[in-house]
């Protein structure tokens, strides 16, 4: 059974840094497109950043350009998520997430809360 | 980028009712559609993909259609278990989107 598990969340202040990974197991990971998706409290799914299975193509929603970087490791089968000048509106739960060859994202990790807060 | 809608926003029912819900998409996405249902508190989980492709292990009184920009889900006997929300999704075009989703309470 594919397994994603995110770490490296926490409550960190307005212009602040943070870094998520996702660790996966269970399915060769540098064949899969991964995504990083956010929801916010009581809100709906957001995709973040998508990045190619090669790490040589990466898509940032525009709220985050210029903010946040989305790389992998495929020797560890890691997915990071480096985010830079943090404001209160990324507070929410970090899912990283498989995509298909199609598009859809079809397994999810449990994911990793981010607050901004002073 | 594509913008997709859902409606209603909110729905109750009880246990054994047709209920549908429907995305509709700002432009032609073919049949580029996938549904999500996410249970509080947990994470999404893939339903349906290429707008009527159940995915393996869902129950099937789940069912998708649609297709270009008109798209429903619809659950043929609704049980306590499937109170969630539900979230459609268009991956015809970069960037994929999500739609704003669907809570559905089982009375």
């Known amino acids: 059974e594919v397994h994603l598990v995110e770490s490296g969340g926490g409550l960190v202040q307005p212009g602040g840094s943070l870094r998520l990974s996702c660790e996966a197991s269970?399915?060769?990971?540098?064949?899969?497109?991964m995504s990083w998706v956010r929801q916010a409290p009581g809100k709906g799914l957001e995709l973040v950043a998508n990045?190619?299975?090669?790490?040589?193509?990466?898509y940032y929603v525009d709220s985050v350009k210029g903010r946040f970087t989305i790389s992998r490791d495929n020797a560890r089968n890691s997915l990071y998520l480096q985010m830079n000048s943090l404001r209160a509106e990324d507070t929410a739960v970090y899912f990283c997430?498989?995509?298909?060859?199609?598009?859809?994202?079809?397994?999810w990790g449990q994911g990793t809360l981010v607050t901004v807060s002073s | 980028d594509i913008q997709l809608t859902q409606s209603p926003s909110f729905l109750s029912a009880s246990v054994g009712d047709r209920v549908t819900i429907t995305c509709r998409a700002s432009?032609?996405?073919?049949?580029?559609l996938a549904w999500y249902q996410q249970k509080p508190g947990k994470v999404p989980q893939l339903l349906i993909y290429?707008?009527?492709t159940l995915r393996s292990g869902v129950p099937s009184r789940f069912a998708g259609s649609g297709s270009g920009t008109e798209f429903t889900l619809t659950i043929s006997s609704l049980q306590p278990e499937d109170s969630a929300a539900y979230y459609c999704?268009?991956?015809?075009?970069?960037?994929?989107?999500f739609g704003p989703g669907t809570k559905v309470d089982v009375k």
């Open positions: 990045i190619r299975h090669d790490g040589n193509e990466k």
């Open positions: 999704q268009q991956v015809n075009s970069f960037p994929p989107t």
């Open positions: 432009r032609g996405i073919s049949n580029y």
């Open positions: 269970e399915f060769t990971f540098s064949d899969y497109w």
């Open positions: 290429a707008a009527s």
């Open positions: 997430s498989r995509m298909q060859r199609d598009g859809y994202n079809d397994y």
